[in-house]
Nanobody
């Protein structure tokens, strides 16, 4: 079992920045890859970014590439998502999740079905 708690969401103007945190407890954090997803009202959950257990490999959705940075601090059992140059279309509930054991393949890490434990989410609202 692992528990995930997101924080850092809020209201920001377009062009601004936010830094989301995902605090993990339970299983040893450093042993599993993790990802961030988002869901806007009336839309399906969307992949944002993922990172391997060591932090040595990352992958981003095209819509956030160059603006968002995923990282992790295994010593603090925390995953991070730095979001810069935010746009109104980034408005959503952002959730972190742990990736089930398996190969690091693009189609796999982009699918929410590949993740087992989820946090409750944190709201990010970007005003125009």
């Amino acid at each position: 079992q692992v528990q995930l708690v997101e924080s850092g969401g809020g209201l920001v103007q377009a062009g601004g920045s936010l830094r989301l945190s995902c605090a993990a407890s339970g299983r040893i954090f450093s042993t599993y890859a993790m990802g961030w997803f988002r869901q806007a009202p009336g839309k399906e959950r969307e992949f944002v970014a993922a990172i391997t257990s060591s932090g040595g490999n990352t992958h981003y959705a095209d819509s956030v590439k160059g603006r968002f940075t995923i990282s992790r601090d295994n010593a603090k059992n925390t995953g991070l998502l730095q979001m810069n140059s935010l746009k109104p279309e980034d408005t959503a509930v952002y959730s972190c999740a742990t990736l089930k054991v398996g190969p690091w393949l693009v189609n796999r890490i982009r699918s929410s079905k590949s993740y087992d434990y989820w946090g409750q989410g944190t709201q990010v609202t970007v005003s125009s």
